[in-house]
Every structure is written in structure tokens, then in C-alpha cells.
């Protein structure tokens, strides 16, 4: 977990820099919802509402793990669960679930009650690391007290806003489900 964990970080770091003239401090919320999950609308909803919210990189990871119940998530990616299977000792789970928001690769809640995903974000404080930078082609890492046993950085693709998606089966069938910055890629770099 502390690799994962100070990867978010330095991540977070790095996003804050794109698009900033100075890097400040960034929260990062990772949604792990499925178009299968009859549970997940509510939270999908729910980080929509701190998507533009400033000093949030809030992003959708859909799963795979409902795909058997009739609806083949058109986002899932199975390193997406992965990735979430990879919390899950560390938080202090037994498993995977849907939704599950995590906050700062530290925090997690279910992220479907009004404005739980908004008090994780309150509560999670900001990460702390090496001041990263980017420019063009390169990554920078500047001064700042280096995370313990190493950190990885992460290239996180993602479309930035609100994409509808109609489910024509499944325990979703008939609705049209928003999702907030599906991520599309993530990259170890």
C-alpha cells in the first residue's frame, strides 16, 4: 500500500502543476463504480458534484468484477480493479466493492449517502511530498521530503467531464448512468 499510496500522492502533486502556475496541494477521489451496480448511480452523482470543485482530481475507475450480471461495463478495465483489490488490505477490507471512493489513497467511504464524498475530502488533510513539475515531454521532481520506500509515479488518462451512458441490460437496464472523468489509461511511468 505505501507504494500505492505515496504514488497518489506524487501524483496528486503532479496534477496540481498541469494547467497551475504553481503547484499547490491537490485531493485526490478515485470512484470505483460499475455500469452493472445498481448501488453506484447515487455516488457517480455524488462525485460529479466535486468534479470542478478546486484543488479536486476527482476520477471515475470502472471494474469488471459485475460483469457477469448481464452488462459488460463499457469503461471497466480489469487494472482498474486491480488497482482497487490493491487497497483494500490496507483500508482494512475484506474485498472489493462498488461504489467505493477513495480519497488521498487513504480514506474510503461508499460515496453514495449526500455529501459523503464532500466530508472525505474535508477530513483527508492534503498529501506531502517532492514538489513535481511538468513541462513539455518531462517530469520534474523538485525539493521536498522524499515519501518512504520509494513512490511510483502514474500517468492517468482521463476524459475530463460528464459522459451519459445508456445501460440496455443488467440491474441497470433502461437507465442512462452519468459518469464524471472516466479514466481510460492508467500508466506506470
Same mark, same amino acid.
Given at each position: 500500500m505505501t507504494g500505492l499510496k505515496t504514488s497518489l500522492r506524487a501524483g496528486a502533486m503532479l496534477a496540481a502543476t498541469i494547467g497551475a502556475a504553481a503547484a499547490q496541494p491537490l485531493t485526490v477521489v478515485e470512484l470505483f463504480t460499475s455500469q452493472g451496480c445498481s448501488s453506484c448511480p447515487p455516488a @457517480?452523482? @455524488? =462525485?460529479?458534484?466535486?468534479? *470542478? $470543485?478546486? +484543488?479536486?482530481? !476527482?476520477l471515475s475507475f @470502472?471494474? %469488471?468484477?459485475? *460483469?457477469y450480471l448481464g452488462w459488460k461495463d463499457t469503461f471497466g478495465r480489469k487494472e482498474f480493479t486491480d488497482r482497487q483489490v490493491t487497497y483494500e488490505p490496507p483500508l482494512g477490507r *475484506? +474485498?472489493?466493492? %462498488?461504489p467505493q471512493v477513495v480519497v488521498n489513497g487513504s480514506h474510503d467511504a461508499v460515496g453514495a449517502a449526500p455529501g459523503e464524498i464532500q466530508g472525505l475530502i474535508a477530513n483527508s488533510g492534503?498529501? $506531502? +511530498?517532492?514538489e513535481l513539475l511538468l513541462g513539455p515531454g518531462k517530469v520534474s521532481i523538485g525539493a521536498g521530503k522524499a515519501p518512504g520506500g520509494g513512490a511510483d509515479i502514474w500517468l492517468v488518462r482521463y476524459n475530463r467531464g460528464v459522459v451519459e451512458v445508456p445501460v440496455a441490460r443488467g440491474e441497470n437496464t433502461g437507465? %442512462? =448512468?452519468?459518469?464524471? @472523468?472516466?479514466?481510460? !489509461? =492508467? %500508466?506506470r511511468l
Open positions: @457517480n452523482a @455524488n =462525485l460529479i458534484k466535486v468534479k *470542478d $470543485q478546486p +484543488g479536486v482530481l !476527482a @470502472n471494474v %469488471t468484477y459485475w *460483469d *475484506d +474485498g472489493p466493492f %462498488t492534503h498529501p $506531502q +511530498g517532492p437507465r %442512462t =448512468l452519468p459518469h464524471a @472523468n472516466v479514466v481510460h !489509461a =492508467l %500508466t
